[in-house]
């Protein structure tokens, strides 16, 4: 029999100021979970995938999303813990990531108006 895991969103795990569960969590496996879930999202985008959903944790009865429209603040929460932890390679890693987020970001509505207005 198949077992259904609820999806929850990426903020539930990385919410480190209202979460020590996520404290915790980071503090052991912050490295390899930003690094990994980071090179997922660029690939993610450039296969035009609406959104990534992964296992966190073995032992987790969730799986995590993170949509589209939250790549970039992933990618700003990856890059404040390796500033944090003084990670600078990661933090050029991280930002080459994000400038590639947000360089193949569509517009949205509003802003192709106003551009074409």
């Known amino acids: ?16 100021d209202n979460n020590p569960r996520a404290k915790r969590y980071l503090e052991s ?6 690094k990994q879930v980071g090179g997922n999202i660029v690939r993610a985008k450039k296969a035009k995938k609406r959104e990534i959903i992964f296992l966190a ?4 009865m969730s799986l995590v999303s993170i949509p589209e429209s939250e790549y970039d603040e992933f990618l700003t929460k990856a890059l404040e813990w390796f ?11 991280v930002l080459d990531w ?17 551009h074409n207005n």
């Open 83 to 93: 500033k944090l932890h003084e990670n600078y390679e990661e933090c050029a890693q």
């Open 1 to 16: 029999m198949k077992k259904h895991l609820a999806t929850v969103n990426w903020k539930t795990y990385f919410d480190t």
């Open 29 to 34: 496996r912050g490295y390899d979970v930003f």
């Open 98 to 114: 994000r400038t590639y987020i947000r360089n193949h970001s569509e517009p949205s509505l509003l802003e192709f108006f106003n």
């Open 57 to 60: 944790h073995p032992n987790a």
